[in-house]
């Protein structure tokens, strides 16, 4: 933390200034302490701004249409000197990467980092004790950033609108996840490990790739599609098995769909083997009479061979 004695005359008017705005009646997040940047000071973070180490709400993101011209264009390493942030909001910036000092803040309960430009997540990211929030759609994700699955008390996660093809199995370890939003993405199919997700309450997957659903998917009972589709979306997507008729019914009826499809597979299977057998014994027979019509066809041939040797005798 830089100290007082060394800060400039100039350095100090800008930070009793940035004291000044600092609010306490924000109703979303009532009796923190809250500082908003605004239009230029985007651009140029005051440095001072991060000996502020009594801030719990930093709001770094434009704010209107109007100021979309003053982004961050990056988050400065001092970040990690707000030791007591419990919000950052970075949404709305340019941003393609941030730094690994964004690990430090460690009462860190809730980051925005939507409508930015960000393809993974600094290492260390899943060793932030206290976060339970992470906002992050409309960036240039690929891969899905594995760091997230470590945090176990996590409860909300949006990586809606990248370039997600695949969900890793490691999401089963977000024990205490309750709303996983993925829509608008290029999911082509999903890990069974999901279905370990039980206490889901909020799921959205659509507009996506998906052709079939995981096997256990209806034992994500709390996604209450009956009364309250919005819970879950699914829509837009070619989905097969289920079709999205019977999805729309919610998990009892996928429940169901898969049950019935395990048991004409099971029908299937034992018709299929009955056949084979079936075929396989007839085969046999017919291997049988083969031979025996052989065996025939060779005795009367010697028999036709030993006349044809006596009438020349």
Known sequence: MMNSARISYYDREILKELRLRVETND?????????????KDLKAIPHVLFTMIELEVLDLSPERESCLAFRLP????????????????????????????????????RISLSNNYLTSLPHGFG????????HASNNKFEAFPLEVCDIKVLQFLDLSDNLLMS????????????????????????????????????????????REL?????????????????????????????????????????????????????ISTSEYEEDELHALNEDSENEDKNVNTSGQTETLGNIVEEDEEKAEL
């Open 74 to 109: 990056l988050v400065p390493p001092s970040i990690g000197r707000l030791i007591n942030l419990r919000v950052l909001m970075l949404d709305t910036n340019e941003l393609y990467s941030l730094p690994k000092e964004i690990c430090l803040l460690q009462s860190l309960e």
């Open 167 to 210: 969900v890793p199995d490691e999401i089963s370890k977000l024990v205490n996840l309750r709303t996983l939003l993925l829509n608008y993405n290029k999911l082509i199919k999903l890990p069974d490990a999901l279905c370990e997700l039980v206490d889901l309450e909020c799921l959205w997957l659509g507009n996506n790739r998906l």
């Open 27 to 39: 109703p979303h997040f009532f009796g923190q302490k809250k500082l908003k940047m605004r239009g």
């Open 127 to 134: 060793r932030l004790p206290q976060l339970r929030s992470i």
């Open 214 to 266: 995981p096997h256990n998917f209806g034992q994500l009972v709390r996604l209450d599609w009956g009364y309250r589709y919005t819970s879950s979306v699914l829509e837009m997507n070619p989905l097969m098995h289920p079709p999205i008729e019977i999805c729309r019914m919610g998990p009892h009826k996928i429940n169901e769909y898969f049950k019935d499809l395990d048991s004409v597979r099971d």
